[in-house]
């Protein structure tokens, strides 16, 4: 027998009990009379509770269930424990519902879903971008209405989800491109994924650029040497003539020579993951050499000085700092008509080390400045070949200054001439005691005239 059952007999025996005492004492018409009374106000205050509880569950607000004594207490108590069950239930739902958007929200692709006739029930942050659309604005739209480009129309009608469709200035982003692909779930449902892959395919420009690039710096040259060989072979040609067409062909096969050199060397320093070492360089050999290449370089046609703070170390791979510095010194010598002046210095600036070459030759104009680190970018192209550039100097020495996460900066004036100054990274400048860095005999650095990293 439940409680209520055991509390309305309980009521209903103390009634009757009650009833009967009257009619020993007072007689049937009291006893009745009581019996009525009773059962008419029972009645009532059953009809009060039960309007109550009408107003509760027509209207339920949590931590609003009424109290009341006895029987009605107990109905309110497992009402009470009811709707807290199912509230601890619903906030659990809710918050794993919660967690689950925020998890779609952090993913770096646009999540966004089409119910069965197209319509869009959600999307994150990321799909609005890409596509343009409001999550708000545009629910229950049908996608086809916001996303109108016939390629996605036709994508998503022809119902073949294998490849993603590639997507060109989508939403904000001009010259984005975005990867959409359509996986099909549910009942007829659609979960869109976008992801915007406009480095990815800049990178593949980039590296087509480069193929077609070297094959056009390689050709020139091969295709001077083929007319040369031809004719030496075909024609009779004189000692002479013949000697002067070998110093040409030599010109050009040393010319193809530097290319391959530089891309070896860049190609290597592109593929090495490991950062280059802390250990010391010898400063002083480092400047000895750079020096030492410069002038061999002019061949006395420009005034070469030198302004080093003895005090300077710097911590790093020899051979790629000796690569990127050369590259810079030599810059100064061959962009620099005869008569100007080369300075090389290292200075502290601020706690850093900082290695610059300052010239007075040719300048670059400030639209140049940003690209110069580019591969086989040249200002002027004759004057670069000639004086024997390849155009890839200040790309290998834009990898390794990256790799010892040193920064080029470059200042430069048309006609006055430049200053590229490298400024190294607080861990790789090192303040040395003078005399160690002043004496001691210079360490023999291999004396490379092409001041390659290779
Ligand atoms: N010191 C400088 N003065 C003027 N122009 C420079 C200097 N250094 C570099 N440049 C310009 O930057 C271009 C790229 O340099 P780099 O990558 O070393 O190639 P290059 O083999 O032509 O020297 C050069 O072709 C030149 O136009
Ligand atoms: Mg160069």
Not at 176 to 185: D, E, F
Not at 353 to 374: K, M, N, Q, S, Y
């Amino acid at each position: 027998m439940n409680v209520i059952w055991a509390r309305s007999a309980a009521i209903l025996i103390s009634l009757v009990v009650a009833s009967a005492g009257i009619y020993f004492l007072a007689g049937p018409v009291p006893a009745l009379a009581l019996m009525c009374v009773s059962l008419l106000g029972l009645l009532a205050y059953y009809l009060y509770q039960i309007d109550r509880l009408w107003k509760v569950l027509d209207a339920p607000a949590y931590g609003e269930i009424p109290s009341a004594l006895g029987l009605w207490g107990e109905v309110y108590y497992r009402l009470h424990r009811l709707v807290k069950r199912w509230r601890t239930q619903v906030l659990q739902v809710e918050q794993q519902h919660t967690r689950f958007i925020q998890a779609i929200q952090a993913s770096p692709n646009g999540v966004l879903m089409l119910d069965d006739a197209d319509q869009i029930e959600w999307c994150n942050d990321v799909a609005e971008q890409h596509f343009g659309l409001s999550a708000r604005r545009d629910v229950r739209q049908r996608i086809t209405h916001l996303i109108r480009r016939p390629e996605f129309v036709h994508y998503l009608t022809r119902q073949r989800f294998d490849d993603p469709l590639l997507m060109r200035d989508m939403g904000e982003h001009k010259h984005s491109v975005i990867a959409v692909q359509i996986l099909p779930y549910g009942d007829n449902r659609k979960l869109v994924i976008t992801q915007d892959i406009t480095k990815l395919e800049n990178t593949e420009a980039m590296r087509r650029d480069f193929v077609a690039n070297v094959s056009h710096e390689l050709k020139t040259p091969l295709t001077v040497l083929t007319g040369f060989l031809e004719t030496v072979r075909d024609l009779p040609v004189s000692e002479e003539d013949r000697k002067r067409y070998l110093d040409m062909m030599l010109v050009q096969s040393m010319r193809m020579q530097s290319i391959v050199e530089d891309l070896l060397a860049l190609a290597k320093l592109e593929s090495d993951a490991q950062p280059p070492g802390q250990e010391l360089v010898y400063v002083p050999a480092l400047m000895a050499h750079l020096v030492h290449d410069a002038e061999a370089l002019s061949q006395e046609r420009h005034h070469i000085a030198t302004e080093v703070d003895p005090s300077v170390g710097l911590r790093g791979s020899e051979s790629e700092l000796l690569s990127a510095l050369g590259n810079l010194v030599s810059n100064a010598v061959r962009y620099t008509p005869a008569g100007g002046r080369i300075t090389i210095r290292l200075s502290w600036e601020d706690g850093h080390a900082v290695f610059a070459v300052a010239d007075t030759g040719l300048g670059i104009a400030a639209e140049h400045i940003p690209r110069l680190t580019e591969r086989f970018y040249r200002v002027d192209r004759s004057r670069s070949r000639d004086t024997g550039g390849t155009g890839l100097g200040l790309a290998i020495v834009k990898h390794v200054l990256s790799r010892h996460h040193a920064d080029l900066r470059v200042t430069s004036e048309v006609g006055r001439g430049s200053v590229f100054r490298i400024i190294f990274p607080l861990d790789r400048s090192v303040r040395q005691p003078v005399e160690a860095a002043m004496g001691g005999t210079a360490m023999p650095l291999p004396l490379d005239p092409s001041k390659r990293a290779a």
